[in-house]
């Protein structure tokens, strides 16, 4: 009733062939916040969608990248963090690799040849529009470069150009999507506001700054950054504060003396 789902989308996204019995199909979904990016691998029941592995691009801070969580470069990242996670969750990390040496040609693990098939699943934008070089895609090519198999083309890659006429063939320029992928254009913009407005640069770009990140230090933070994720893709979960809670009817007393109002289950 929110109108926050494509139900017919949906419905052929979930679907599953009736031969293949209780097979699970995987979907990754893919959705940017105001500050971040979250990429999840997920399947539908009848109860709801049961999530299987998930990464946020705020946990890029732990690989190095202080800040632009939501950028290209960082649903990249993000793409490549819950593909690597998920594989070593299956015991498939060490069978599919991936592609560790990024060029930003188009790659597909099922064209590789293998004993084991890839761990299959398949792309969920929600109500996002899906335009050529959109973020989205940044997720996707991360989490198949990561090893995932996901059936995709590349027209909607950084870099494509269709044809102009009929007959002619498409371009890809493999060298502006690898530019994407490695920040580039955030290096390019920080030069250009640092000659320009260098008040507004320091506030644009204060984290960067605080990190000792410069424009020529972009690019080594995203190769550095895809290297430790494949090194140690775990989640770390957050220290528990210790607080408990006592209930009296509604009234929840917390030990740090702290209260609220919670209604008891029916």
């Given at each position: ?14 679907r ?65 963090l ?10 498939l ?6 592609k ?13 040849e ?6 299959k ?15 989205m ?19 909607k890659?950084?870099?494509y ?17 690898k ?18 407005d260098?008040?507004k ?26 290297s ?17 809670h ?21």
């Amino acid at each position: 009733r929110e109108g926050k789902t494509d139900y017919r989308a949906r419905r052929k996204m979930v679907r599953q062939d009736k031969n293949k019995f209780n097979n699970k199909k995987y979907r990754m979904v893919v959705r940017f916040t105001n500050r971040k990016c979250v990429c999840q691998i997920m399947y539908a029941t009848i109860r709801g969608d049961m999530v299987v592995a998930q990464a946020s691009s705020a946990e890029l801070e732990k690989y190095g990248i202080p800040a632009g969580h939501k950028n290209y470069a960082a649903a990249y990242c993000t793409g490549l963090l819950v593909a690597r996670r998920v594989l070593k969750r299956f015991g498939l990390d060490e069978s599919f690799k991936g592609k560790e040496e990024l060029d930003g040609e188009d790659y597909h693990v099922e064209d590789e040849e293998g004993d084991q098939r890839p761990f299959k699943c398949i792309l969920d934008v929600g109500l996002q529009t899906t335009a050529t070089g959109h973020r989205m895609w940044g997720a996707l090519k991360g989490a198949v470069d990561g090893g995932l198999h996901i059936p995709h083309t590349n027209k909607k890659f950084p870099g494509y150009k269709a044809p102009e006429e009929k007959g002619q063939d498409a371009e890809y320029d493999a060298e502006a999507h690898k530019d994407k992928i490695f920040g580039v254009h955030v290096k390019e913009y920080m030069e250009m506001l640092a000659e320009e407005d260098p008040t507004k640069y320091e506030a644009h770009f204060s984290k960067y700054i605080e990190a000792d990140i410069d424009a020529d230090k972009i690019e080594d933070m995203y190769t550095e950054a895809h290297s430790k994720i494949r090194e140690e893709p775990d989640h770390e979960p957050a220290e528990k504060k210790g607080i408990t809670h006592t209930r009296e009817d509604e009234q929840m007393t917390s030990s740090d003396g702290t209260t609220h109002v919670r209604s008891a289950k029916l």
